[in-house]
């Protein structure tokens, strides 16, 4: 079977132009800027929160030894733990901690599922684009119907459009997005595990109010 056979620059271009235009015009500029960097995403490991928690553990440390303050010093990859602990160096408590990565975290989420829809969007678009495809050929079809060359030709647009349709749809597209929605409920998880040891760790190192008690008079004479 000769693959070139299967090799039509029009149909390829119906719907793989048609696809991206539709992407366009539905996602915004941002999600779907997103959307693409995701790929880069899809070949690494799932997330995981052993990492973090062990830095954590080790802030604890840091903490109970050299004071809050000098986790200021720390050099913190994650943008949510490093949030988490600047607030904890500036003295917040467990509930404004946790309350600050319940909102990463959703904000996280949001993205995931943005760049997650937008691949899933390509994936309706691309049959639909495959159909007009074919609806294209055949009227390219009908209308030269007298010369049996150009009948080919038409109709290798029709069938071919179609099937460009569904294999992107249903090997790039969908997978794609599968994965990137698979990828972001681990995440949206594991993240989930660091609120607890953060804010125990803002309880422990909240600063505490001194209270003055005044001297009785008879304690003075």
């Given at each position: 079977?000769?693959?070139?056979t299967?090799l039509?620059?029009?149909?390829l271009?119906?719907?793989?132009?048609?696809?991206?235009?539709?992407?366009i015009?539905?996602?915004?500029?941002?999600?779907?800027?997103r959307?693409?960097?995701?790929?880069?995403?899809?070949p690494?490991?799932?997330?995981s929160?052993?990492?973090?928690?062990?830095?954590?553990?080790?802030?604890?440390?840091?903490?109970?030894?050299?004071?809050?303050?000098?986790l200021?010093?720390?050099v913190?990859?994650?943008?949510?733990?490093?949030?988490?602990?600047?607030?904890?160096?500036?003295?917040?408590g467990?509930?404004?901690?946790?309350?600050?990565?319940?909102?990463?975290?959703?904000?996280?989420?949001?993205?995931?599922?943005?760049a997650?829809?937008a691949w899933?969007?390509?994936?309706?678009?691309?049959?639909?684009?495959?159909?007009?495809?074919?609806?294209?050929?055949?009227?390219?079809?009908?209308?030269?119907?007298?010369?049996?060359?150009?009948?080919?030709?038409a109709?290798?647009?029709?069938?071919?459009?179609?099937?460009?349709?569904?294999?992107?749809?249903?090997?790039?597209?969908?997978p794609?997005?599968?994965?990137?929605?698979?990828?972001?409920?681990?995440?949206a998880?594991?993240?989930?595990?660091?609120?607890?040891?953060l804010?125990?760790?803002?309880?422990?190192?909240?600063?505490?109010?001194?209270?003055?008690?005044?001297?009785?008079?008879?304690?003075?004479?």
């Amino acid at each position: 079977m000769n693959l070139a056979t299967f090799l039509d620059p029009t149909a390829l271009a119906i719907v793989g132009g048609g696809t991206i235009l539709s992407a366009i015009l539905r996602t915004p500029a941002a999600d779907l800027a997103r959307a693409i960097a995701a790929l880069r995403t899809l070949p690494r490991r799932r997330f995981s929160a052993e990492p973090l928690l062990e830095q954590i553990t080790a802030f604890g440390r840091i903490a109970r030894r050299h004071g809050a303050m000098a986790l200021d010093r720390s050099v913190i990859a994650d943008k949510d733990l490093a949030a988490a602990v600047a607030d904890i160096v500036d003295g917040h408590g467990p509930d404004h901690v946790a309350a600050r990565l319940q909102h990463l975290r959703r904000a996280r989420i949001e993205r995931h599922v943005a760049a997650a829809d937008a691949w899933a969007g390509m994936a309706e678009a691309a049959p639909a684009m495959g159909m007009i495809g074919t609806l294209v050929g055949l009227v390219a079809m009908f209308v030269q119907m007298a010369d049996p060359q150009a009948i080919g030709s038409a109709m290798a647009v029709a069938l071919l459009a179609t099937l460009y349709g569904a294999l992107l749809a249903n090997l790039v597209a969908m997978p794609i997005a599968n994965r990137l929605r698979a990828a972001a409920r681990v995440e949206a998880f594991e993240r989930g595990r660091l609120e607890a040891p953060l804010a125990a760790l803002a309880e422990r190192e909240r600063p505490r109010p001194v209270s003055f008690s005044p001297h009785h008079p008879s304690e003075a004479a």
